[in-house]
């Protein structure tokens, strides 16, 4: 009925729910209602089915899954595991809840066996946290959007998009919505839910039946998303870490071939150069500050050179050496050409 480590406990409910995410240090709780609660919507747009969402898919009344068993997967030193089976409408999910021994990140793994014809199948928590705004990532950057309908423009907000997190945050504390391939979001009235699957019978009337398998997750932080990881946690889901036998350990165990040291600057892409000529490195400011870092390599190169997005009108910034100070403004995208 729990997964708890030195940070979170996190316990459920009869129905599958997840009823609390108890952070141990500050002693609060990170639900105002139940979260991993998977609900199955109608879904009849007027025009465009495949691609249209309707808000008043709203006004209907959805099924919720039911809990076919639980039980506990793998509990080891360093994570314990719980699995779940649902079922819902003519479909079954399957999904492995984990927790790790040093993050507050509720890992949640689902395969669904998806059998529905214009459903939608959603998955909504009710976090505690009071805001008036939630922040989205967007490319390079993230962008905010009202969680109230006072305005027409809010009202046709229903559903919007985020790459790989949203996030409902006050000053000392949030709450994020991870995801590694899911995009579409309802943030509203202290409900935050992910569209998961759609059942269109047009153009394409066996369109995305099957199985299918994606991981989200809830990261419960202190402070706001601006002075939080939420946007490694999010890399990392996105990223996982690829293992590959070896038959001797290398002598050197550790190594990043460039590194940065500073906040809110992100290295997104290392790249051969078009030209052929050199690498280069794209970094951003990810959350909207003006900040300053360090850029090193572990390699010495014999000049840096800043371009734009189509690699053109160099600017020759710095000499040879393997350490560069660089200055971002608000969500400034810098392009680096590196001769090495």
Request: aromatic share 10%.
């Given at each position: 009925?729990?997964?708890?480590?030195?940070?979170?406990?996190?316990?459920?409910?009869?129905?599958?729910?997840?009823?609390?995410?108890?952070?141990?240090?500050?002693?609060?709780?990170?639900?105002?209602?139940?979260?991993?609660?998977?609900?199955?919507?109608?879904?009849?747009?007027?025009?465009?089915?495949?691609?249209?969402?309707?808000?008043?898919?709203?006004?209907?009344?959805?099924?919720?899954?039911?809990?076919?068993?639980?039980?506990?997967?793998?509990?080891?030193?360093?994570?314990?595991?719980?699995?779940?089976?649902?079922?819902?409408?003519?479909?079954?999910?399957?999904?492995?809840?984990?927790?790790?021994?040093?993050?507050?990140?509720?890992?949640?793994?689902?395969?669904?066996?998806?059998?529905?014809?214009?459903?939608?199948?959603?998955?909504?928590?009710?976090?505690?946290?009071?805001?008036?705004?939630?922040?989205?990532?967007?490319?390079?950057?993230?962008?905010?959007?009202?969680?109230?309908?006072?305005?027409?423009?809010?009202?046709?907000?229903?559903?919007?998009?985020?790459?790989?997190?949203?996030?409902?945050?006050?000053?000392?504390?949030?709450?994020?919505?991870?995801?590694?391939?899911?995009?579409?979001?309802?943030?509203?009235?202290?409900?935050?839910?992910?569209?998961?699957?759609?059942?269109?019978?047009?153009?394409?009337?066996?369109?995305?039946?099957?199985?299918?398998?994606?991981?989200?997750?809830?990261?419960?932080?202190?402070?706001?998303?601006?002075?939080?990881?939420?946007?490694?946690?999010?890399?990392?889901?996105?990223?996982?870490?690829?293992?590959?036998?070896?038959?001797?350990i290398p002598a050197e165990k550790v190594k990043s071939?460039?590194?940065?040291?500073?906040?809110?600057?992100?290295?997104?892409?290392?790249?051969?150069?078009?030209?052929?000529?050199?690498?280069?490195?794209?970094?951003?400011?990810?959350?909207?500050?003006?900040?300053?870092?360090?850029?090193?390599?572990?390699?010495?190169?014999?000049?840096?050179?800043?371009?734009?997005?189509?690699?053109?009108?160099?600017?020759?910034?710095?000499?040879?050496?393997?350490?560069?100070?660089?200055?971002?403004?608000?969500?400034?995208?810098?392009?680096?050409?590196?001769?090495?």
């Amino acid at each position: 009925d729990f997964l708890e480590n030195k940070f979170i406990k996190v316990t459920f409910g009869k129905d599958g729910t997840i009823t609390s995410i108890f952070d141990k240090d500050s002693s609060r709780e990170f639900l105002a209602g139940p979260a991993n609660r998977f609900l199955l919507w109608e879904d009849y747009p007027n025009n465009w089915e495949a691609w249209d969402i309707n808000g008043f898919y709203r006004e209907t009344t959805p099924e919720q899954a039911v809990l076919e068993y639980r039980k506990v997967s793998y509990s080891g030193k360093y994570t314990a595991e719980i699995e779940q089976r649902f079922s819902i409408g003519n479909s079954i999910i399957e999904q492995k809840i984990r927790v790790t021994e040093d993050s507050r990140l509720v890992e949640i793994a689902n395969r669904v066996e998806w059998n529905e014809e214009r459903k939608m199948l959603r998955v909504q928590a009710e976090p505690a946290v009071t805001a008036s705004e939630a922040s989205y990532e967007i490319q390079y950057g993230t962008i905010k959007r009202s969680t109230h309908t006072n305005t027409s423009w809010d009202q046709a907000l229903f559903e919007v998009p985020a790459h790989r997190f949203a996030d409902l945050s006050q000053p000392d504390h949030g709450f994020a919505l991870l995801n590694d391939c899911k995009y579409g979001h309802y943030v509203r009235n202290g409900i935050m839910d992910l569209t998961l699957l759609r059942s269109p019978k047009h153009p394409d009337p066996a369109a995305d039946i099957g199985n299918h398998e994606f991981t989200f997750g809830y990261y419960p932080h202190k402070g706001d998303l601006v002075s939080s990881d939420v946007l490694e946690k999010a890399h990392e889901m996105n990223s996982p870490v690829y293992t590959a036998a070896v038959k001797e350990i290398p002598a050197e165990k550790v190594k990043s071939f460039f590194r940065i040291s500073g906040n809110h600057v992100k290295l997104e892409v290392i790249k051969k150069a078009e030209d052929g000529s050199g690498v280069i490195l794209r970094l951003y400011e990810t959350m909207g500050t003006d900040t300053e870092v360090t850029l090193y390599s572990a390699e010495h190169w014999k000049s840096v050179s800043e371009t734009d997005l189509m690699e053109d009108g160099e600017k020759k910034i710095a000499d040879e050496g393997n350490e560069l100070s660089l200055v971002f403004t608000p969500f400034e995208i810098k392009s680096l050409k590196l001769l090495v």
